[in-house]
């Protein structure tokens, strides 16, 4: 066990990327263009389709339709991260396929808030997605 003064500890290291299992029937579902209500109706607690409905609502200009949607896709990836060892902090890699569903859920709720004119939450997740990852920020049009 280290402490504090052990010369052998790491102080620069966070906590280890945090990976979500891989769901490939979500996944080959949306990919194959099965309609996401229909997948979040069969895997609720997976986040890719809620992220999904969120994006398909922000493009159509329904922002509070989006938030609720990105809300319910950003909950049940922190129920997800929880489950898989995340503490609150530390990397959920864009690059972790698994992760995306959340990543963009997250996103997408930062943009949905923006919309709305809640700056505070849209500022709060900007901050979030680029702490997970700052690649996801960029993929996500958040720059990072």
């Known amino acids: ?22 769901d ?3 996944t080959d579902a949306l990919a194959a263009g099965e309609p996401p209500a ?4 069969s895997a609720p607690a997976q986040s890719a ?8 609502a922000l493009g159509k200009g329904n922002a509070v339709e989006a938030y ?8 049940r990836g922190l129920d997800a991260l929880r489950r ?3 503490r609150g902090t530390g990397p959920v890699p864009w690059s972790h396929e698994p992760n995306r569903g959340f990543l963009r859920a997250l996103a997408a709720l930062g943009q949905a808030a923006s919309s709305i004119g809640e700056t505070e939450e849209a500022d ?8 997970c990852d700052p690649a996801a920020a960029r993929e996500l049009g958040y720059g990072g």
Do not use: I, K
Request: proline residues 12%.
């Open 68 to 75: 609720a949607y990105a809300r319910t896709g950003y909950h």
């Open 124 to 131: 709060r997740c900007r901050t979030f997605l680029t702490d």
């Open 84 to 86: 898989s060892g995340w």
């Open 38 to 41: 229909s997948v979040a109706a």
């Open 24 to 26: 490939a029937a979500v």
């Open 1 to 22: 066990m280290t402490t504090p003064s052990d010369p052998t500890r790491n102080l620069l290291s966070g906590p280890p990327p945090t990976l979500l299992p891989s």
């Open 49 to 56: 389709p809620w992220a999904a409905l969120a994006e398909q």
